[in-house]
């Protein structure tokens, strides 16, 4: 009677049950929900049982509980990451300190020091005195200038110095380290225009109108090679009368320099950050010019002479040595950093359609060279040697040996948190093997 509907005969006849199939319907339903239940207390049962042990096995894409679980759990996130920062921290500590005390196992510091004393005393008791009782004049032939100006020699005597421009930033705020009184001659030369239209050069500086297209490729002055060179002679008389004469080779006095310019607005670059002259496609062009000349002399049996480093340990790499020899003029200057190159160039920042109108007010746009004297065995020059142009000797090797032990023990202190972390992972892995081994009656029975 129940099914007399017309749905009912429009089923299959194998979903259609009989009496009995009705009666037991609802008792299958009830089975199934008692089991779906049973196995999520299981599942659950096995989470907290064997936590990190336990895998839903589905085939390839098996996948740890606990791993699944870190990444929502903010605890276990707060633990990696103190693992993380505490394993980096501990490395760099570690790796600093045991380079410190390996650096303090190969200091130099005091031999370095003993040997610029050594200079300082040879400098106290030799050295300073006979440059003290010196004469040295400079005298220079300069060649004709593109306004008509002819042959010009200028002379000048060199007068003692006893200021020093540069100071020491030693590590150990000059401990053991011998002072010693400055000494050294310097004079100025003041050289004519050479450029190509002077009065175009100072018209720009002064601010004055120009015609358009007064700036072209005939203003730029001519390259290093071809650029007016000046011969500089000395001349020395020591304080028993011993003369000495001694040149140095041509040096050129202005010349071009072009760079490549690869910018978005290379034109804008070009006269307004450089304060040069620019050619299309990408090249400016820029007035160098010699604004200092540093020479070391040495005495000897004749009197003073030039003195040319040694260049036989010069670490620098092949193409520098194959760059700096293209526009050396000698290795008788007192920087080492320069390679002991005597002459120093400038970019004028007066020359060029945009002069720097500021620094040429405050400089001047007048050509001058500064020219200096020192001795050879003059500790500014020695200081600079030995510390590379830094003027630091460096900490010494008890100051080494205790950064280094702080180091490491900061180090150590780091590892705490990394070590207990393994610690706690071994002991709970073990506390797991224990567990595995017992029946499920047992695990029960120790939970309760």
Not at 359 to 364: P, Q
Request: with cysteine; aromatic share 8%; proline share 7%.
């Amino acid at each position: 009677t129940r099914c007399a509907s017309s749905s009912c005969s429009r089923l299959p006849e194998q979903a259609v049950p009989g009496a009995a199939g009705y009666r037991y319907a609802p008792m299958a339903a009830a089975a199934a929900i008692v089991g779906t239940r049973r196995g999520g207390a299981r599942g659950a049962s096995l989470r907290r049982d064997w936590p990190g042990r336990s895998t839903f096995r589905g085939g390839r894409g098996s996948m740890d509980i606990e791993q699944s679980m870190a990444f929502r759990d903010p605890d276990e996130r707060k633990t990696s990451w103190s693992l993380v920062i505490g394993t980096c921290a501990c490395t760099i500590f570690m790796v600093a300190g045991a380079s410190t005390l390996f650096a303090a196992f190969v200091n130099k510091r005091e031999a370095v020091v003993q040997e610029y004393d050594d200079e300082v005393h040879l400098w106290s008791d030799v050295a300073r005195p006979a440059l003290n009782t010196s004469r040295f004049t400079v005298a220079v032939l300069l060649p004709a200038t593109p306004g008509g100006q002819g042959p010009t020699r200028i002379e000048a005597e060199l007068r003692p110095t006893v200021t020093e421009g540069w100071m020491f930033h030693d590590s150990e705020n000059g401990i053991g380290v011998e002072a010693y009184q400055p000494l050294k001659l310097t004079a100025q030369l003041q050289l004519p225009c050479y450029y190509r239209d002077c009065a175009l050069v100072q018209a720009g500086i002064d601010g004055t109108s120009l015609p358009m297209g007064s700036w072209n490729m005939t203003q730029v002055m001519p390259v290093r090679a071809e650029a007016p060179h000046a011969t500089f002679q000395f001349t020395a008389v020591t304080g028993d009368g011993k003369r000495t004469t001694f040149d140095t080779p041509e040096m050129p006095l202005v010349f071009n320099k072009a760079l490549s310019v690869r910018t978005p607005q290379p034109r804008m670059q070009c006269r307004g950050t450089n304060h040069g002259f620019y050619e299309p496609p990408g090249t400016c062009h820029h007035a160098k010019r010699l604004v200092d000349m540093c020479v070391a002399v040495a005495l000897g049996d004749g009197g003073w002479s030039l003195h040319h480093a040694d260049e036989s340990n010069d670490s620098s790499a092949p193409w520098q040595r194959e760059v700096l020899g293209s526009t050396r003029t000698g290795s008788f200057g007192c920087d080492p950093k320069a390679h002991f190159e005597p002459a120093f160039y400038r970019t004028d920042t007066c020359w060029g359609p945009t002069p720097n109108r500021e620094l040429c007010k405050r400089f001047g746009a007048a050509h001058s060279l500064d020219i200096t004297v020192r001795a050879w065995h003059d500790p500014y020059i020695k200081a600079s040697t030995l510390t590379e142009g830094k003027f630091d000797f460096g900490p010494s090797q008890l100051t080494q040996e205790v950064v280094g032990g702080l180091l490491l023990g900061i180090g150590v202190i780091a590892a705490v948190v990394p070590a207990s972390f393994c610690f706690s992972k071994k002991r709970k892995g073990g506390d797991n093997e224990e567990r595995e081994s017992l029946s499920p009656k047992a695990r029960t029975v120790g939970r309760i």
